[in-house]
């Protein structure tokens, strides 16, 4: 197993797990909602999506990783959103290498890149009901600082 900068070779893998990390949490999240409503979301903003992801690993003030073994078993990016604050943004595992410790590795790693760009304070946001993130930025020392609460209309 080893960590590893990624690089936009790695884009197509990325988004693998983003997608697959990001169903489960919003089904989590909103379990009523239907998950063909949540795959249509996700297929269309792809574009958008891979975009975002290829400007976001071409930026020096964001930082992307991945763990890989024979395949890639998760990423994770961080961010430097002002000279005080940094962001743990996205912390991503493949299904089948979750409960390995995989996303605590990658999550120390990023701390460590924040820190040494010298930020005063590192933020994470998560949904809720996603208690595997919670016990795990819990477990990194992050504390919970506010509520965002959201309206479908």
């Known amino acids: 197993m080893k960590i590893r900068k990624a690089n936009l070779k790695d ?14 949490e919003e089904r989590l999240q909103f379990p009523n909602a239907s998950k063909k409503k949540i795959i ?7 574009k958008e999506r891979i975009n975002g992801f290829k400007r ?3 930026n020096k003030k964001h930082y992307w990783i991945l ?4 395949n890639m078993l ?3 990016q961080a961010w430097i959103k002002n000279k005080d604050i940094g962001v743990l943004e996205k912390v991503y595992i493949d299904k089948k290498a979750r409960g390995k410790g995989i996303a605590t ?3 120390k790693k990023l701390i460590k890149w924040l820190k040494n760009k010298n930020v005063r304070y ?5 949904y809720w009901k996603n208690i595997p993130s919670r016990k795990l930025n819990e477990k990194l020392g992050f504390k919970p600082i506010s509520l965002k609460m959201r309206l479908e209309v």
């Open 11 to 24: 884009i197509v893998d990325i988004d693998r797990i983003y997608v697959e990390g990001g169903i489960d």
């Open 40 to 46: 249509k979301t996700f297929n269309k903003h792809f």
């Open 56 to 58: 976001e690993l071409k």
């Open 67 to 70: 763990c890989e073994g024979k």
């Open 74 to 76: 998760g990423f994770g």
């Open 105 to 107: 590795k990658i999550s």
């Open 122 to 126: 590192i933020e994470a946001g998560l």
